[in-house]
């Protein structure tokens, strides 16, 4: 086994065994009291937010360790800060995606360059295993206030600005050869976070469209494996807009009908869930990219 198989086995092992009790990774941190005050990207030292399977690792182990403080980093990049990691805390190993470029011949015996795709991982510790950080890596960020299921103005402007065709029905779902996401009234839901949790769902749907991001999983039937993995993208998409957005995400009730399905699809699969977020992180980023710049 390649290092580049280990990783994704590593991963795909953790989130198996959270599945087989019954849990979903990527919810735990809105599961938790210590991180449902506030809802956030883990974040780099430099403050960019990790993106793709690892914003789904990390979360796990802030749940998991009661993290609350949203940074990471290095070793080396905490010394260079002048602090250290403190004696005995064990890191958080993530990946990164990198190109290997080879010169090889093509069949005309003409020199080319290559690039070939691979995986490294890397440990990274949580500011809370870090003595001597700058104070404001130590400093939690206000909450969001979500208590009503009032509508709320900036949230509503992000998904307006997708020009996603939204209709008011009686269940949520996303019809693919309409090309609209039907909702139910946000007076309907208990909460503002559990109506914008469906309808973050719905939508990173919405972007598989052929006209959009062009996601096939060659789904056939509901509940087939390729059922699973949209599902599965459609979940982590849900979780890393409400991070972004700010409101909790809720699990919705027939989630405990797809877990057999995800199960069954990641232990066919040992990559799955690593391309599953970066699926998700694609969609995140597409419907970022619809929204209007802010003038100032």
């Known amino acids: 086994?390649?290092?580049?198989?280990?990783?994704?086995?590593?991963i795909t092992n953790k989130i198996l065994a959270d599945l087989e009790k019954g849990e979903l990774t990527w919810r735990k941190p809105w599961n938790s009291a210590h991180l449902s005050?506030?809802?956030q990207r883990p974040l780099r030292w430099n403050n960019i937010p990790y993106t793709g399977i690892n914003t789904v690792v990390l979360w796990s182990t802030a749940a998991e360790k009661s993290y609350d403080l949203p940074h990471w980093m290095t070793f080396n990049q905490a010394v260079d800060l002048k602090a250290s990691v403190r004696k005995g805390e064990k890191g958080t190993q993530i990946i990164y995606a990198d190109q290997l470029l080879k010169e090889?011949?093509?069949k005309h015996g003409e020199k080319q360059i290559i690039q070939i795709p691979f995986l490294k991982s890397y440990t990274v510790f949580n500011a809370h295993q870090i003595e001597g950080l700058p104070e404001h890596f130590y400093t939690m960020a206000e909450p969001v206030p979500v208590n009503t299921p009032q509508r709320m103005e900036g949230?509503?402007?992000?998904?307006a600005q997708t020009k996603a065709d939204i209709r008011k029905g009686y269940k949520a779902a996303y019809y693919m050869g309409e090309?609209?996401?039907d909702m139910p009234p946000i007076e309907s839901f208990a909460t503002a976070q559990d109506y914008y949790a469906v309808l973050a769902h719905e939508i990173t749907h919405w972007t598989k469209h052929p006209t959009r991001l062009n996601r096939d999983f060659s789904r056939k039937v509901w509940g087939d494996e390729g059922y699973a993995k949209e599902e599965l993208v459609a979940e982590i998409g849900a979780c890393f807009l409400a991070a972004d957005l700010g409101f909790e995400p809720m699990p919705e009730e027939k989630h405990a009908a797809y877990i057999q399905s995800w199960l069954q699809a990641l232990q066919d699969d040992k990559k799955l869930i690593v391309f599953a977020a970066s699926y998700a992180q694609k969609a995140t980023e597409y419907l970022h990219s619809l929204q209007s710049p802010v003038l100032v």
């Open 179 to 181: 090309d609209y996401v």
């Open 37 to 39: 005050e506030n809802v």
């Open 104 to 106: 090889e011949e093509d």
């Open 155 to 159: 949230i509503e402007t992000f998904f």
């Open 1 to 10: 086994m390649n290092q580049t198989d280990d990783i994704y086995t590593r």
